[in-house]
T-cell receptor
Framework: NAGVTQTPKFRVLKTGQSMTLLCAQD?????MYWYRQDPGMGLRLIHY???????AKGEVPDGYNVSRLKKQNFLLGLESAAPSQTSVYFC????????????FGDGTRLSIL | AQKVTQAQTEISVVEKEDVTLDCVYE???????LFWYKQPPSGELVFLIR??????QNEISGRYSWNFQKSTSSFNFTITASQVVDSAVYFC?????????????FGTGTKLQVIP
């Protein structure tokens, strides 16, 4: 059972380049999330989705865009990467029932030079 | 607004010692859920436990135990007889339950190092 799969696992970009991080889940979860993890700051929510075709801003959405065209996929885009976006990115999914935990992918380590 | 505070940034213990990780939360909701996650050095986030706000019964799972006290808004995690494999960053999280999208708030994590 794959759970939540993130692609790629590592990436190095130059400032100004663009890229898309892919998240796929096979648990039929309605909710999906993108977080970034930085030292000393825990997990901060970038964007989330409550269902196919929906997206919403989290705590730190600037510089990122997302799309949820299919229920199982949640894409995170960086249109013009900046060094401040160097981070570890985690995707998560969860059912709508609030007492259920989020399931996380293994993370994507992104470095912007 | 929700807030989760893990005041201990880093803790070091010698193997076989007991250690308690603190988690204090703030919420105006009467119904909510608390979670603990473990992030080992390999980086993935692993769910450990969930606790409902209306259930203050403590829980023990092997060497792990959790103490939920609504009166002090705390959900502390104790590892008994720590082992090197317990070395990880531990996150406490709070999820509201008010219908619709239920916001999840994470603490900043406590890094636990167990020294052999």
């Amino acid at each position: 059972n794959a759970g939540v799969t993130q692609t790629p696992k590592f990436r190095v970009l130059k400032t100004g380049q663009s890229m898309t991080l892919l998240c796929a889940q096979d648990m039929n979860h309605e909710y999906m999330y993108w977080y970034r993890q930085d030292p000393g700051m825990g997990l901060r929510l970038i964007h989330y989705s409550v269902g196919e075709g929906t997206t919403a801003k989290g705590e730190v959405p600037d510089g990122y865009n997302v799309s949820r065209l299919k229920k199982q996929n949640f894409l995170l885009g960086l249109e013009s990467a900046a060094p401040s976006q160097t981070s570890v990115y985690f995707c998560a999914s969860s059912p709508t029932v609030s007492n259920q935990p989020q399931h996380f992918g293994d993370g994507t380590r992104l470095s912007i030079l | 607004a929700q807030k989760v505070t893990q005041a201990q940034t880093e803790i070091s213990v010698v193997e076989k010692e007991d250690v308690t990780l603190d988690c204090v939360y703030e919420t105006r909701d009467t119904t909510y859920y608390l979670f603990w996650y473990k992030q080992p050095p390999s980086g993935e986030l692993v769910f450990l436990i969930r606790r409902n706000s209306f259930d203050e019964q403590n829980e023990i799972s092997g060497r792990y135990s959790w103490n939920f006290q609504k009166s002090t808004s705390s959900f502390n995690f104790t590892i008994t007889a720590s082992q090197v494999v317990d070395s990880a960053v531990y996150f406490c999280a709070l999820r509201r339950s008010d219908g619709g999208y239920q916001k999840v708030t994470f603490g900043t994590g406590t890094k636990l190092q167990v020294i052999p």
